[in-house]
């Protein structure tokens, strides 16, 4: 997607703690979204982040910093279920999302 | 229904022909966005509809590609004479939210094949 930038591929440990990275121009976006996706289905919503902060939500946690264009999307105690690409997304206006390229996240045991 | 509904889920079309994808929105959400997704990529911003009104068509790739929601609901994109590179899964989301961004509801895609 265009002006958002998180990397292609990580692989994590089961159990273990990731963290996905995601950053993107300050102008013009409203906050920012994750989403989750696995392979053939539809995007799922995860978070909306409008604040700066962090904001928890069970074994995730997402992250804003507006300043900075910069956020992360932090996943606990991973699970093999949690193998899929996570998806940042940022409104421009207030109705015009625009995602990233996705996160595809590999949990191995 | 439950959640948004799209439809046909696969779609094989000769290049050159015409075919229409249909969505079906969450009942009662007002916003109404198609993406399109490529294999390996994030979606990509096609149009948005608030009621029957297209507010944004700016992604829609070229004068072949058309949307519309006459009545404020079911949404259909239709694409004219198809070629290999519209290969993709259009997906459709719903949302509540008019003013401010919100919570996108996805449907399952339809995927396009176009030989």
């Known amino acids: 997607g265009q002006n958002i930038d998180q ?3 990580m692989t994590a440990t089961e159990g273990a703690i990731v963290q996905i990275n995601c950053t993107y121009q300050t102008s013009g976006f409203n906050g920012l979204f994750w989403y989750q996706q ?35 999307l932090l996943l606990k105690e991973l699970q093999m279920k949690d193998s899929a690409s996570y998806l940042c997304a940022a409104p421009r206006g207030y109705q015009k999302v625009t995602f990233g390229t996705g996160t595809k996240l590999q949990v191995i045991p | 229904g439950a959640g948004v509904s799209q439809s046909p889920r696969y779609k094989v079309a000769k290049r050159g022909q015409d075919v229409a994808l249909r969505c079906d929105p969450i009942s009662g959400h007002v916003s109404l966005f198609w993406y399109q997704q490529a294999l390996g990529q994030g979606p990509e911003f096609l149009t948005y509809f608030q009621n ?20 404020g609901s079911v949404s259909t994109l239709k694409i004219q004479r198809t070629q290999q590179e519209d290969s993709a899964v259009y997906l459709c989301a719903s949302s509540s939210h008019t003013s401010n961004a919100g919570e996108l509801f996805f449907g399952e895609g339809s ?3 176009v030989l």
Do not use: I, M
Request: glycine letters at 8%.
């Open chain 1, 38 to 72: 696995h392979a053939g289905e539809a995007p799922t919503f995860l978070s909306y982040n409008v604040l700066d902060g962090l904001e928890e939500k069970g074994r995730f946690s997402s992250f804003l910093s507006r300043s900075k264009g910069y956020s992360y």
């Open chain 2, 52 to 71: 029957e009104a297209q507010l944004d068509k700016s992604g829609l790739p070229s004068d072949r590609f058309f949307a519309e929601r006459p009545e």
């Open chain 1, 7 to 9: 990397p292609t591929e």
């Open chain 2, 111 to 113: 995927r396009l094949t």
